[in-house]
């Protein structure tokens, strides 16, 4: 079993910062792929960013490319979004999502979730 928390979240100005985090316990974290979800309201959850094993990354939503930047670190057992130039758009709960083995993009292909924080732009 993995144990996924995420924090970080509030509200923001469109144009500005903010980077959620995403604490894991209960499995060596190194051998967990990573991923970010989010879902806005009356919408389904959708996939916003990944990484690797190893920390490489497992690629970005179209949406968020350039803006967004997911990142882990292995000895602190944490995976962060850092999430630049926000839209009203990007207003939603951000999920942190693990598995064991290969990084994909698909929300099925998750076993393990967070309980998600709320990120709200205001424009």
């Known amino acids: 079993q993995v144990q996924l928390v995420e924090s970080g979240g509030g509200l923001v100005q469109a144009g500005g910062s903010l980077r959620v985090s995403c604490a894991a316990s209960?499995?060596?974290?190194?051998?967990?792929?990573l991923a970010w979800f989010r879902q806005a309201p009356g919408l389904e959850r959708e996939f916003v960013a990944a990484?690797?094993?190893?920390?490489?990354?497992?690629g970005y939503a179209d949406s968020v490319r350039g803006r967004f930047t997911i990142s882990r670190d292995n000895a602190k057992n944490t995976v962060n979004l850092q999430m630049n130039s926000l839209k009203p758009e990007d207003t939603a709960v951000y999920y942190c999502?693990?598995?064991?083995?290969?990084?994909?993009?698909?929300?099925?292909?998750?076993?393990?979730w967070g309980q998600g924080t709320q990120v709200t732009v205001s424009s």
């Open positions: 999502a693990a598995r064991a083995g290969v990084v994909v993009t698909g929300r099925r292909d998750y076993d393990y």
């Open positions: 209960g499995r060596t974290f190194s051998t967990l792929a």
């Open positions: 990484i690797t094993r190893s920390g490489a990354s497992g």
